[in-house]
């Protein structure tokens, strides 16, 4: 039984991670300024082998991870002048 509650909790987890190409597809941004406001925000992303993407190494964030990019960007885009990765554009 315990396998299972541990196989439980495990996929539970996996289901709750979303891969940094597509949090940046979800946001509209770039993937690489995704990893600015990431390590802007001190979060880690995860590093799996992706099925999907032919075995690849792929970054996994969690689904709150997400939300505070979201926060993050949405936040910064609302400052005049700035773009979507936090950065000030020039005049």
Aim: net charge neutral; charged share 25%.
């Amino acid at each position: 039984m315990a396998m299972t509650e541990h196989s439980e909790n495990q996929s539970a987890r996996d289901q709750e991670l979303v891969s940094v190409i597509n949090a940046a597809e979800q946001l509209g941004m770039l993937k690489q300024s995704v990893f600015k406001v990431l390590k802007r925000l001190g979060i880690d992303p995860i590093k799996r082998r992706d099925p999907e993407r032919r075995n690849a190494t792929t970054s996994f964030i969690s689904a709150a991870d997400l939300k505070r990019v979201a926060t993050e960007c949405a936040g910064n885009s609302a400052d005049a002048g700035s773009t979507a990765d936090g950065f000030t554009t020039a005049p």
